[in-house]
């Protein structure tokens, strides 16, 4: 299989069941891929909790007191069977708005920002408040569409504020790879994507 026949496959799949609807197809695509993570160890138990306002942004979360961490995902969907063009300025301010929303649940800023709530937000705000004594490590997880990593566009870890933050991009080429090593064709992957090999 090659990488645009597996986005295609991933975005049909994706739009299986569920409403109309940009927020739905962001929820959809933000859980499938969390089960790529789910598979390689890089989550434990996400929560898809969707908000989204001008300045800040979160898809789902997961959090950890063993390891003293929060992790918030942001996703950038686009509806489309080919891969989407996605500009670095998304992506950076997707990061931005992931990190505005813990700063704004830290400083007690948040709840007066946002327009309707559900169990997953309380539950965010909750284990944000609750553990800030506690949590240490704050990871920022985007996924995006583009099948070009720029590891120049992600954020540099640092600490600040009592927390050592952590950037990370998925985009759909890495995603493709976890598929491969789900199929057991991982040790192949150099060789495939230099010659573009099909190994369905």
């Given at each position: 299989?090659?990488?645009?026949d597996?986005?295609?496959?991933?975005?049909?799949?994706?739009?299986?069941?569920?409403?109309?609807?940009?927020?739905?197809?962001?929820?959809?695509?933000?859980?499938?891929?969390?089960?790529?993570?789910?598979?390689?160890?890089e989550?434990?138990?996400?929560?898809?909790c969707?908000?989204?306002?001008?300045?800040?942004?979160v898809?789902?979360?997961?959090y950890?007191?063993?390891?003293?961490?929060?992790?918030?995902f942001?996703?950038i969907?686009?509806?489309?069977?080919s891969?989407q063009?996605?500009?670095?300025?998304?992506?950076?301010?997707a990061?931005?708005?992931?990190?505005?929303?813990i700063?704004?649940?830290?400083?007690?800023?948040?709840?007066?920002k946002i327009?309707d709530?559900?169990d997953?937000?309380d539950?965010?705000?909750?284990i944000?408040?609750?553990?800030?004594?506690?949590i240490?490590?704050?990871?920022?997880?985007?996924?995006?569409q583009?099948?070009?990593?720029?590891?120049?566009?992600?954020?540099?870890d640092y600490?600040?504020?009592?927390?050592?933050?952590?950037?990370?991009?998925?985009d759909?080429?890495?995603i493709?790879?976890?598929?491969?090593?789900?199929s057991?064709?991982?040790?192949?992957?150099?060789?495939?994507s230099?010659?573009?090999?099909?190994?369905?």
């Amino acid at each position: 299989m090659k990488l645009e026949d597996f986005f295609s496959d991933f975005i049909e799949n994706t739009l299986i069941d569920i409403e109309d609807s940009l927020e739905a197809f962001e929820e959809a695509v933000t859980n499938d891929i969390l089960e790529y993570l789910k598979d390689c160890g890089e989550v434990l138990e996400p929560e898809i909790c969707s908000v989204k306002m001008r300045n800040f942004k979160v898809n789902a979360f997961d959090y950890s007191d063993e390891n003293e961490s929060i992790d918030l995902f942001v996703t950038i969907a686009k509806k489309g069977n080919s891969i989407q063009k996605i500009s670095d300025t998304d992506v950076i301010s997707a990061f931005e708005k992931a990190k505005n929303t813990i700063s704004l649940i830290r400083n007690g800023d948040f709840e007066g920002k946002i327009q309707d709530s559900n169990d997953s937000i309380d539950e965010l705000i909750g284990i944000i408040n609750d553990s800030k004594n506690i949590i240490k490590n704050a990871r920022i997880f985007c996924f995006d569409q583009r099948d070009l990593f720029c590891g120049n566009i992600v954020p540099k870890d640092y600490e600040d504020d009592g927390y050592f933050w952590d950037y990370e991009l998925w985009d759909i080429e890495r995603i493709f790879q976890q598929y491969l090593i789900r199929s057991g064709k991982q040790k192949n992957w150099k060789l495939i994507s230099k010659m573009n090999i099909d190994i369905s």
